[in-house]
């Protein structure tokens, strides 16, 4: 028995909010997120409650009217008014104290931002996040950057399956659906870098169908703005760089990539930028030179199912290739 209650316990203290927990709903940083908190909190304090006066009700009945050698038959109750009353009341009070908060809730995480809210397209592709802000003329892959206390709306889509976008501190999982498009709205509270996950099984890789969500001041978001706008600078003559995009130019990369003014693909990400981001792969892996190594030779080892065939590249080209991915801010 002390065993199963230091369980209990260990259990417990390990579901504790903190920023050590980046996908914790229990540490919500937007209204979305301290709404479904708000919610949880009602409904968990009213099971508690019911939990304690349940059990205790047990015990006292255990421990009180156990039988003991001499002791009479106790007499049967049979239509007891006031109880049936009481135990039918009850519950019904309780469960109305839970729907309408319930209610409210859904109403207000429907997905409906007000006038003004910076709108940004979810796309989703196996496995893979796609971003599009109509309004900027800008994209982003995998990452996606807002700033903080801007409502924000995101209308989401699929391009093949059935995706879910979850960031647990900044909102509830809403599926991605090819043909429809399902709306979440939310107003991030503070600046940030918060992961989520496909919460839909989508394939292979649905567990590596990861995302990051980079909540910024807005001066921050503007200067990403202003560089995702621009176009990388152009390789310095004979630096590695240059070679890199030779490399790229002939390699079949073109076929499935787009990079500004060079490539036009639209099986993958659109790598004009891909050197101004943190991860890669559904941001699966951290974005440096060794990560892309192993990528390019041979992807789908990395992430089942993957697109991308493997590269057989020199050693020199994958070099030099890689330095000019990595040029690309
Ligand atoms: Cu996409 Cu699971």
Redesign the pocket.
């Known amino acids: 028995m002390p065993l199963v209650l230091l369980a209990v316990l260990l259990l417990l203290t390990a579901c504790g909010g903190g920023a050590d927990l980046p996908q914790s709903t229990l540490v919500p940083r937007s209204d979305f997120s301290a709404d479904l908190f708000g919610l949880y909190k009602n409904v968990f304090w009213w099971a508690l409650g019911v939990f304690i006066l349940v059990e205790g009700l047990l015990l006292v009945a255990i421990v009180r009217f156990r039988a003991r050698p001499g002791r009479a038959e106790p007499k049967p109750v049979h239509g007891h008014t006031v109880l049936e009353i009481s135990w039918t009341l009850a519950p019904a009070l309780i469960l109305v104290f839970i729907a309408v908060p319930t209610m409210r809730t859904i109403f207000s995480t429907a997905g409906h931002a007000p006038e003004g809210a910076l709108r940004v397209e979810v796309i ?1 592709h ?2 893979w996040w796609e971003y599009r802000y109509p309004t900027l003329n800008i994209s982003a892959y995998n990452e996606l950057h807002i700033p903080v206390r801007t409502p924000i709306q995101l209308d989401m889509t699929s391009a093949d ?4 976008f979850w960031v647990p501190r900044l909102g509830g999982k809403r599926d ?1 659906i090819q043909g429809r498009t399902n709306r979440i709205a939310f107003r991030a509270d503070s600046t940030g870098e918060y992961w989520g ?7 292979a ?3 590596n ?1 990861r995302l990051r969500v980079f909540v910024q001041s807005d001066s921050v978001f503007q200067r990403w703005v202003d560089q995702q706008r621009a176009s990388p600078a152009t390789p310095a003559k004979g630096s590695p760089a240059e070679a890199g995009q030779q490399v790229y130019r002939r390699s079949p990369c073109i076929a499935c990539h787009t990079i500004a003014g060079l490539s036009q693909g639209r099986v993958g990400p659109d790598l004009t930028h891909v050197g101004s981001r943190f991860t890669i792969a559904g941001a699966l892996f951290p974005n440096n030179a060794e990560i892309l190594h192993r990528w390019i030779m041979n992807a789908p080892a990395m992430k089942p199912g993957a697109l991308m065939t493997p590269q057989s590249l020199s050693p020199q080209d994958l070099d030099a290739l890689i330095a000019y991915l990595q040029s690309l801010k």
Request: aromatic content about 10%; hydrophobic content about 40%.
């Open positions: 989703g196996q496995w399956v059935i995706h879910s991605l996950q496909c919460a839909e099984f989508c394939g890789s649905h567990a169908m």
